[in-house]
């Protein structure tokens, strides 16, 4: 199974993240859209992001802006999402051989990707979602997104996979059960994430296991809440849910958010696990 480090707030250049996976004897890292300097525009300068990985034998995967609402009711918003999303396939296409030369070619090149809630309207009794609301022009929205990364994406191996984050709504599910009719798409198991809100998307997850594909590891606790912690440091049964993703042929991002914590959970990996 391989382990993967994400981009870290405190290294400002890829070079500082390379040189500190190759360190920890991780094989490649997952590059934060939320950040400025992996924005598309900085990812299409594919000929620095390879000559980098080959010096440090690594190769990425992505992680899409948490921002991206393709589903936006202001058509100019979503048009932005959208071509953020084209160009950033085009992108993944040109660095998947680094894939195939320092990982595994049997599992996909991922990008990962947030739903968005969109907003709501508090009314004295309740809350409205918008996308609850306006669930048809919402859905239709999921089908161009779905036609256009298939024809994006064609016959390249790279997926499009959806994170659970602070529970799915119900006219989420039924949108990414929608998208993952298509191969082109799968789902990531945040597994902190569904601890810190007492595993509310687990059922939905198990429901399609067949599509788990790609999976975020770090500890946490259910009371108080907290994710993103160093391996071994909460409640989690992380052996059950690493034989889980070694079921799957899954990647496995350590998505703690410090270095100390990335090397904390590796010495954990060390000591607790045989892949």
Avoid at 160 to 169: A, L, M, P, S, Y
Avoid at 200 to 223: K, Q
Wanted: aromatic content about 10%; some cysteine.
């Amino acid at each position: 199974m391989q382990f993967v480090m994400p981009t870290l707030i405190e290294n400002r250049t890829l070079e500082e993240n390379a040189t500190l996976c190759e360190a920890l004897g991780l094989c490649f890292i997952e590059l934060n859209m939320n950040f400025p300097e992996y924005q598309v525009d900085r990812l299409e300068r594919t000929e620095e992001l390879t000559r980098i990985a080959e010096r440090h034998r690594l190769y990425y995967t992505i992680h899409l802006d948490e921002n991206l609402n393709i589903a936006d009711f202001n058509p100019l918003v979503t048009q932005a999402y959208l071509e953020t999303v084209r160009r950033t396939i085009l992108a993944a296409k040109v660095l998947l051989p680094l894939r195939d030369r320092y990982g595994d070619p049997t599992q996909p090149l991922t990008l990962n990707m947030h739903m968005h809630h969109g907003i709501y309207i508090t009314l004295p009794d309740r809350k409205v979602q918008m996308y609850e609301r306006d669930y048809e022009t919402y859905m239709h929205s999921f089908a161009v997104f779905r036609t256009l990364c298939e024809e994006w994406i064609g016959s390249s191996d790279i997926r499009i996979v959806v994170e659970n984050t602070d529970g799915f709504r119900a006219y989420e599910q039924k949108a990414i059960a929608y998208l993952l009719q298509s191969p082109k798409f799968g789902l990531t198991w945040d597994i902190g994430h569904s601890k810190a809100i007492h595993e509310e998307d687990v059922p939905f997850l198990m429901a399609y296991r067949e599509r788990l594909i790609h999976f975020h590891i770090h500890d946490g606790t259910e009371t108080p809440p907290r994710n993103h912690l160093p391996l071994g440091n909460g409640e989690i049964d992380l052996r059950a849910r690493l034989q889980l993703a070694e079921e799957r042929n899954a990647r496995c991002v350590l998505e703690t958010k410090t270095i100390a914590a990335l090397k904390q959970s590796v010495q954990w990996l060390y000591g607790n696990w045989e892949a």
